[in-house]
């Protein structure tokens, strides 16, 4: 009896062992591919956003509209008008956002990012 348990507690010992292994690789795989992702979804979020903005702003279409046009892989962009400023702000959920902001003559540019 006693070597029974002694055996069912060492195999929920190489349960824990398994999933800590797990939950390191997947954060050093985090830490790895964190620069990557997150200067894609930047550059992806600035894309969306001057698209967006200049569907908006120069071709006077409604932003609903304008998010058809998407391409495939910014299906995770959301875009955000305010109507006051002529801007449009796309984000990437905890990543990443980017505004464009329609100036007259010059169409839809970007705004500085601070980060």
């Known amino acids: 009896m006693a070597i029974a348990k002694n055996r069912s507690a060492g195999g929920s010992r190489k349960w824990v062992t398994l999933l800590l292994l797990i939950v390191l690789v997947l954060a050093a795989a985090i830490v790895w591919f964190r620069a990557p992702i997150t200067g894609y979804s930047s550059a992806g979020a600035a894309y969306a956003a001057r698209v967006g903005c200049s569907c908006r702003f120069v071709a006077g279409r409604d932003l609903e509209s304008c998010e058809t046009d998407r391409i495939t892989g910014m299906e995770l962009v959301t875009l955000v008008e305010d109507t006051d400023a002529k801007s449009v702000t796309a984000r990437?959920?905890?990543?990443?956002?980017?505004?464009?902001?329609?100036?007259e003559g010059y169409g839809c540019v970007l705004e500085r990012w601070e980060g």
């Open 92 to 103: 990437f959920p905890l990543i990443a956002s980017a505004t464009a902001t329609y100036r």
